[in-house]
């Protein structure tokens, strides 16, 4: 599977972006899609993820509330939501697939298999 992200931006603080990542290759449907940032200086973090058939989906603390994943199986996409960004929402940002659909595992960095090559947020305060 080959995935390439889009989306990303410079925007200020309260705006909004939506990122998306294009899948390719067979069984997409088969696979749980995550979205992991990394901000400058700092580890990879989990941001939000959603299962194989579109839900439940699961986010991390600090964007709850505010970004949103979805996808189309139809159409091999994934797209990640975000509102209200913030400063320090400023990363690279990064899709992933994992065949795990269950909730301690796919905040796992590890338990994904193919990665994107990532697109950068930046927003200024």
């Known amino acids: 599977v080959q995935l390439v992200e889009s989306g990303g931006g410079l925007v200020q603080a309260g705006d909004s972006l939506r990122l998306s990542c294009v899948a390719s290759?067979?069984?997409?449907?088969?696979?749980?899609v995550g979205w992991f940032r990394q901000a400058p200086g700092k580890e990879r973090e989990f941001v939000a993820a959603?299962?194989?058939?579109?839900?439940?989906?699961f986010y991390a603390d600090s964007v709850k509330g505010r970004f949103t994943t979805s996808r189309d199986n139809t159409k091999n996409t994934a797209d990640l939501q975000m509102n209200s960004l913030k400063p320090e929402d400023t990363a690279v940002y990064f899709c992933a697939v994992t065949q795990t659909d269950i909730l301690s595992t796919v905040r796992l960095e590890k338990s994904y298999h193919y990665w994107g090559q990532g697109t950068l947020v930046t927003v200024s305060s």
């Open positions: 959603i299962r194989r058939n579109g839900g439940p989906t």
């Open positions: 290759g067979p069984s997409f449907n088969r696979y749980s």
